[in-house]
């Protein structure tokens, strides 16, 4: 697959002395990217398709599929989390509330992605940016993402 031999594996320690796999895109197309998202999904199938589009709209990502620690967001720096609800390791929707809440890390976009009938109140709950409902529309998806790094649309020709 295409995204798969345009990332690298990378380690990162999370407090409970686990390694949780990481990948960070390695761009041909953008080499001084500016933004970064951070995809927290546990479907391989649905972070391929969300770096896909991450590296389509010229941003830098990084791929986990557990839960992180808010130091490792911290490590991160990202400009905006999409996150899954339901993933082995907890809920994103507890991750959402841990990061809107630390002080350091709320000013964070995060965007709520999951298949749960109550997407929309454990969003508002949680204090998501935006959700969005699986299985979602890539147009969609990608105009949140936009919405929420303050991106202009590009023109298509």
């Known amino acids: ?8 594996p990378l ?5 409970s002395s686990n390694f949780l796999p990481v990948f ?9 990217m500016k933004k970064k998202v951070l995809i927290i999904e546990d479907d391989n199938d649905t972070s391929i398709v969300l770096g896909y589009l991450a590296e389509m709209l010229g941003l830098e990502f ?3 599929n ?3 620690p808010i130091a490792d967001i911290v490590l991160h720096r990202p400009d905006m989390i999409l996150v899954d609800h339901r993933l082995s390791n907890g809920f994103g ?8 809440s630390t002080p350091i890390t709320s000013h964070i976009c995060v965007i709520l992605v999951s298949a749960h009938a109550n997407i ?3 969003a508002r709950d949680s204090c ?9 529309d890539l147009d969609a998806i990608e105009a949140l993402m936009m919405k929420c790094l303050d991106l202009e649309p590009k023109d298509e020709f």
């Open 62 to 64: 990084a791929v986990s």
């Open 24 to 32: 960070f895109s390695q761009s041909k197309h953008s080499p001084l």
């Open 120 to 122: 929309a109140n454990i």
């Open 11 to 15: 380690s990162i320690r999370s407090q």
């Open 1 to 8: 697959m295409f995204l798969q031999k345009q990332i690298l």
């Open 66 to 68: 557990e839960v992180l």
């Open 93 to 100: 929707g507890d991750l959402c509330y841990k990061i809107k």
């Open 128 to 136: 998501a940016d935006y959700y969005i409902a699986k299985p979602f």
